[in-house]
């Protein structure tokens, strides 16, 4: 028996190899399937099943396109419901894979059809789960992205408390757990940063699974401090449903190189936005007028899915050199398929035509405290809501970069800001999508709240309000 977790930190996704006697499962593969089929090729195994632990939210599955290649059984725990073929499993059945087996245990809670699946060994001993987004390392799947109008968030929680107490804890205590998120995922609240540990560990740990908590007070604590969820969340959701075009094709028409004339006519008319994926400090120096920067370099799939609201929305790219293959790619993981290509040459192909350059005016903290200390600065922190409440700025003005496209009105266009994230990556973000709708009185700070700490600038802690 092989087990390999296959994790891609930019979407805090783990994806499972198992293989016995020459036949092989994959549990919510990626978009982008050929891993998949050379790992199995190279080992001279075949793809048998390919395991959905549910209608995934936050990036689209690779199901359709591996069945289609391989032949292999796409399965869904009970209640799933596609527009393709698959094998629907009941609640306890037994999956034979070579000399092992998988059995499925409905889990419904963050989903109605979430299942997670039990790999027994060739001894028929409990080895390990496939948890889904049923249990993570720390916490448990969130249970508001499947409601309806005769289901709420409240019935989901109380679904999941039954499946983690009757499916999960009466396992051993050292059943592996592999999870599908881990920390950095919008799945959960509080997740760990490892991606496989042991039930025994997580029934002693994990504020979800105590004995002696009560229904009530898990559905309290399940749903206490939820954000919301993501816009493309439910895009998503839909095309795992529905199926997609195939990846082949996606990156065929989208992975094209364009000169500057084409690359600007296809902004100017087929209303492409230029998204600009190079690092932000090159960004900063020299970018395309009216571009939006989301890097790489950062959580680049996530950050597209929330603030480009528009999932057809199309797409021409400046990358870096060799860069626009993986751009496209991970495009596509969270269902924005519609790229028409790439800047052939890039930003200096861009400037050897004469094209229009903008820049982004960024300085360091010491230089932002030192202007703070003279002026009466306007000051916008665009981290999250948990990390402006822990620490910030006195008199800064907050928004999440999440709520960037609901929240930009609450910000004068005649003033100039100074704009700072946790880090420096958030923050050009921010600028950019201020930029090309016509703010441009905008300074980035280097380094974000991190080299500001460093300063001696005054800072606000978080006290919690009084409850008398």
């Not at 940063?193 to 908590?213: F, H, S």
């Amino acid at each position: 028996m092989k087990i390999e977790q296959l994790y891609t930190g930019c979407l805090a996704q783990g994806a499972y190899y198992i293989e016995s006697e020459g036949e092989v499962a994959i549990i919510d593969p990626l978009r982008e399937i050929e891993q998949y089929v050379d790992q199995s090729q190279s080992n001279n195994a075949k793809i048998k099943y390919i395991l959905e632990t549910h209608f995934h939210a936050d990036f689209v599955s690779g199901h359709v396109d591996l069945a289609n290649k391989t032949g292999a059984k796409i399965v869904y725990g009970p209640g799933a419901s596609t527009d393709y073929d698959i094998y629907s499993a009941k609640d306890g059945e037994e999956l034979k894979l070579g000399k092992v087996t998988l059995k499925v245990l409905h889990t419904p809670g963050h989903t109605l059809e979430s299942t997670t699946y039990l790999l027994r060994d060739e001894n028929g001993k409990d080895h390990a789960i496939f948890s889904g987004d049923t249990l993570f390392l720390g916490d448990v799947g969130r249970p508001d992205l499947a409601i309806k109008s005769d289901l709420t968030k409240e019935d989901l929680a109380e679904m999941l408390y039954d499946s983690l107490r009757n499916k999960i804890m009466p396992l051993a205590d050292d059943v592996i757990v592999y999870p599908a998120h881990g920390a950095g995922s919008a799945c959960g609240k509080n997740l760990s940063k490892e991606t496989v540990g042991i039930l025994g560990e997580q029934k002693r740990t994990n504020y979800a699974l105590r004995e002696d908590m009560t229904k009530e007070e898990f559905v309290k604590e399940v749903l206490d401090g939820i954000a919301p969820p993501p816009q493309y969340f439910a895009k998503n959701a839909m095309m795992n449903k529905m199926g997609y075009d195939t990846f082949d094709n996606v990156l065929k028409t989208g992975n094209v190189p364009l000169n500057p004339e084409e690359f600007e006519a296809m902004a100017n008319h087929e209303s492409a936005l230029v998204l600009d994926v190079r690092p932000q400090s090159e960004y900063i120096k020299g970018h395309i007028p009216n571009s939006i920067f989301i890097g790489l370099n950062g959580s680049f799939a996530p950050w597209v899915g929330a603030l480009i609201t528009d999932i057809k929305q199309p797409i021409i790219l400046v990358a870096p050199e060799g860069k626009s293959k993986e751009a496209v790619t991970r495009l596509s993981r969270v269902g924005y398929d519609n790229t028409l290509g790439y800047l052939d040459g890039g930003i200096e192909a861009w400037k050897a035509a004469g094209k229009d350059i903008d820049t982004l005016e960024s300085i360091s903290a010491n230089e932002f405290a030192h202007r703070a200390k003279s002026n009466d600065l306007n000051v916008l922190d665009v981290r999250k809501d948990g990390e402006y409440k822990s620490m910030h700025l006195e008199n800064a003005q907050h928004f999440s970069l999440d709520f960037i496209n609901e929240k930009m009105n609450e910000i004068d266009k005649n003033k100039t800001y100074h704009i700072h994230c946790a880090g420096g990556y958030r923050s050009v973000i921010a600028a950019s999508i201020l930029k090309a709708r016509g703010y441009d009185k905008l300074v980035d700070i280097a380094g974000g709240f991190g080299a500001i700490k460093k300063t001696d600038l005054p800072t606000t802690d978080f006290v919690c309000p009084s409850t008398l």
